[in-house]
Every structure is written in structure tokens, then in C-alpha cells.
């Protein structure tokens, strides 16, 4: 059973950072590229970025350029969000998820975490 579990989130101040974790288990993790996404309030669910399984390739979109960071211990089956100099409306679900491909998509995506929230304050 396939199972993603994202960690790290809480509430911050606006300029604070975060680093969020996600842990996989029941995959072959370095066999997937991984992706976070979030979602805010009455909001479509945005991709944020996404990196290869083996480290060597990462797809970031305009959100996350610049402020935010992947990357992935696949001894630990865990992937990072590194989250800088964060806004108010950063303030979100933040979710990871596992593909057979890097993608921009959620449609491509095979597994989900849970979520974990994300709050920065103004």
C-alpha cells in the first residue's frame, strides 16, 4: 500500500520560511518523480514544482521560482519543500504526490499525501 506523508507545515510569519517533508512508503521511491502541489481556499489545486527520481532533473513553476527549493534524500524515501521568504498568500494545503513522470499535471500524478497546512501571517 502506497503511502505519502507530508510533514512540516504550521503557521509563520510573512518573510519566514519552512521546509516541508514528505515520506513515501510502499514504492520504489527512486523510481518516481515527485511533485508538490497546494490549495488554497476556494481555489484549483496549483502546481508548485517537481523533481526527477533521481535527483537530476526538477520542473519548478512561475509560483515557485526563486522563493521555493525540491529536492530528495531517496535513501530516506523523502522529498523537501524549502519554502522562502513566504507571503500571506502562500497560505494553503500544501500536498506532495508521485508520478512515472515530471509533470506539471495533477492528472499525472499516481499517489497523494494528505496535505499539511501552510498559514502566513500578515
Known amino acids: 500500500q502506497v503511502q505519502l506523508v507530508e510533514s512540516g507545515g504550521g503557521l509563520v510569519q510573512t518573510g519566514g520560511s519552512l521546509r516541508l517533508s514528505c515520506v513515501a512508503s510502499g514504492v520504489t521511491f527512486n523510481n518516481y518523480a515527485m511533485g508538490w502541489f497546494r490549495q488554497a481556499p476556494g481555489q484549483e489545486r496549483e502546481f508548485l514544482v517537481a523533481i526527477a527520481g533521481s535527483g537530476g532533473g526538477t520542473y519548478y513553476s512561475d509560483s515557485a521560482k526563486g522563493r521555493f527549493t525540491i529536492s530528495r534524500h531517496n535513501a530516506k524515501n523523502t522529498v523537501y519543500l524549502q519554502m522562502n521568504s513566504l507571503k500571506p498568500e502562500d497560505t494553503a494545503v500544501y500536498y506532495c504526490?508521485?508520478?512515472?513522470?515530471?509533470?506539471?499535471?495533477?492528472?499525472?500524478?499516481?499517489?497523494w499525501g494528505q496535505g499539511t497546512q501552510v498559514t502566513v501571517s500578515s
Open positions: 504526490a508521485a508520478s512515472s513522470v515530471v509533470a506539471g499535471t495533477e492528472q499525472l500524478y499516481d499517489y
